[in-house]
């Protein structure tokens, strides 16, 4: 009997995982898989569970990947739920809960194709690859890396690799991601001389030169956007300064800047302007200025070519949209995968995840089924 993606994103919605709550949601997958004849294995790093599941000769000429997590955000406001967040609730044609778009249906949709495809399939030339987190909303540093981690230690290989977050903005099949934009954060902190305001030639006061430099950032164009890419934006997260009194010059001020940025820069290249930029409104007012940076991700792109177009035609023959291929949106596992394999992200409407009264069009978690499975067998036909 063919696996029902619904019954088992309902299920998974029933298993509070919240990041990095395993919530019994991995042990569910890996008797599914196990049922199908995949070989699993619990990859768990420092707290955070892990799953890593192979079907098919290791020797196969092509592994197809796919990759998705079962954790999820917290509720919030639990008041405001018109259903049981984890209740798992078909109603109006909508499954509801906590997970539904992100990404629990996703998981479902690529577990049930591959169960489908495994039991009905002899392992000749073909192998599949599935990696589960249960840490992608938190930190993941222990999450989709010590997967990828575990397959370099084990001579795991994925030939490409597909990754189900939710992708189409507003209707079913509209958007895949060939790529992502990479994130920086850069912390400002400018240390000037405290004192009296009545007395400026006493004091060095830090606040108008930080406010200088991130008005000079903020207002720098980065670039105009490149062939796969919109323009790369910096934006001025916050200014602080903590000062109460109104005749003290302030000692300190902080500002945050992050910066989504294409393929023309790095993470370093970003640094570096940064740092220099710094440096440069130090030598004018003689306020130091210290700046650290944490790089989230680098950009990347998978350009487009035959993996791609596979992808694109299981997405329009199923759904009867042809996908615009997007490097649009946030960070997801696919930065780390990107070292690894070519990879693109398909999957659901995102429109609800994240909020209060998430849920997903039972519909659609049918068509991502079917679209992973004609991807599987377009894939190794
Ligand atoms: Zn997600």
Redesign the pocket.
């Known amino acids: 009997m063919p696996l029902d993606p619904v019954a088992l994103t309902a299920a998974l919605i029933r298993c509070p995982s919240v990041t990095p709550i395993e919530g019994g949601a991995l042990e569910l997958l890996e008797k599914t898989l196990t049922e199908a004849g995949f070989d699993c294995t619990r990859v768990d790093r420092n707290g955070t569970p892990n799953l890593f599941a192979r079907w098919g000769d290791k020797a196969a000429p092509r592994t197809l990947g796919f990759n998705g ?1 079962t954790d999820v955000v917290p509720v919030g406001d639990e008041a405001a739920w018109t259903c049981d967040p984890f209740g798992g609730e078909i109603k109006d044609g909508k499954l509801w809960g906590r997970g539904a778009t ?2 629990k249906s996703g998981v479902a949709a690529f577990v049930a194709a591959a169960c489908d495809y495994t039991t009905r399939t002899q392992p000749k030339d073909t192998a599949i690859i599935i990696t589960i987190t249960g840490d ?2 938190g930190d993941a540093t222990d999450g989709t890396t010590a997967l990828l981690d575990y397959m370099a230690e084990t001579g795991e290989t994925m030939s490409d690799c597909i990754v189900g ?1 939710p992708t189409c903005p507003n209707t079913m099949g509209e958007m895949m991601k060939i790529g992502r934009r990479g994130s920086i954060t850069g912390y400002f902190t400018a240390r000037g001389t405290q004192g009296h305001v009545a007395y400026p030639q006493q004091t060095e006061n830090p606040v108008p030169v930080l406010a200088s430099l991130m008005a000079e950032l903020s207002a720098h164009s980065l670039d105009q956007g490149t062939e796969h890419f919109d323009p790369s934006n910096l934006e001025v997260t916050t200014f602080d300064v903590g000062n109460a009194a109104t005749n003290v010059v302030p000692a300190q001020a902080q500002s945050t800047v992050n910066i989504r940025f294409n393929d023309a820069h790095t993470g370093a290249s970003l640094s570096d302007w940064m740092r220099a930029k710094a440096k440069a409104t130090t030598e004018r007012t003689g306020i130091e200025i210290d700046v650290q940076f944490q790089i989230s991700g680098e950009s990347f792109l998978t350009p487009p070519g035959a993996f791609v177009d596979l992808v694109a035609n299981a997405v329009a023959t199923e759904t009867g949209v042809t996908p615009i291929l997007s490097t649009t949106g946030g960070t ?1 596992d696919a930065r780390f995968i990107k070292n690894h394999c070519p990879v693109v992200e398909f999957g659901l409407v995102g429109k609800t995840m994240h909020k209060v009264d998430e849920h997903v069009d039972v519909e659609h978690i049918n068509a991502l089924k079917n679209v992973y499975s004609r991807l599987m067998s377009d894939y190794f036909a």
Do not use: Q
């Open positions: 997590h992100d990404m992608e909303e977050e997801s």
